[in-house]
C-alpha cells in the first residue's frame, strides 16, 4: 500500500479537528492527537480483553504532518501483541481534507494497555473464543 491509504484496518474512532483544539497560531495541539489515539487504543483494548482498561505506556510516537482546522481524524488500530494482562497497539492516524479531497497520515504510535478488575489491579486477559 501507499502512504496515501491506511495499513491498519480497524477504523476505532472518526472525529473533526476543531478551532477549540489548536494553539493560539491555529495549529491543532499533538496532545489533542495523543488523546483521540488514547480514545482509539481504549476502544479496541476493551472490546479484545472484555474489560476494563488503563494506558500503561506509549512505546513510540511519531508526528508527520500537521492537522488543519476542519479536517476529518480517522483512527486505525492493530493489536501488535497480547500478553498475560496487557494488549500493545499500533494506532495510525489518518486527516482528510474536506476542501482538498486529500487524505494523508499524520502521526502513528504504540500504545500499552492494561486490562483491569473491579478494584483497579491487573487482570488476566480470557482469548477464548466467544461463544454465540
Given amino acids: 500500500m501507499s502512504e496515501s491509504t491506511p495499513k491498519l484496518q480497524d477504523l476505532a474512532i472518526r472525529t473533526i479537528a476543531m478551532p477549540k483544539d489548536t494553539n493560539p ?5 499533538g496532545g489533542w492527537l495523543v488523546s483521540q489515539m488514547d480514545l482509539a487504543g481504549a476502544l479496541i483494548a476493551q472490546k479484545y480483553s472484555k474489560k476494563r482498561v488503563a494506558t500503561v505506556a506509549i512505546n513510540q510516537m511519531s508526528f508527520k504532518k500537521p492537522v488543519e482546522v ?8 492493530r493489536i501488535d501483541h497480547f500478553g498475560h494482562t496487557s494488549l500493545t497497539i499500533h494506532i495510525e492516524v489518518w486527516a482528510t481534507s474536506p476542501l ?6 499524520v502521526t502513528e504510535g504504540i500504545f500499552v494497555f492494561v486490562a483491569l478488575d473491579d478494584q483497579g489491579h491487573p487482570s488476566p486477559i480470557d482469548r477464548t473464543p466467544t461463544k454465540k
Avoid at 70 to 77: H, I, K, M, R
Avoid at 100 to 105: C, R
Fill in 100 to 105: 482538498l479531497e486529500d487524505t494523508h497520515k
Fill in 25 to 29: 497560531f491555529g495549529d491543532i495541539f
Fill in 70 to 77: 476542519g479536517d476529518e481524524v480517522s483512527c486505525y488500530a
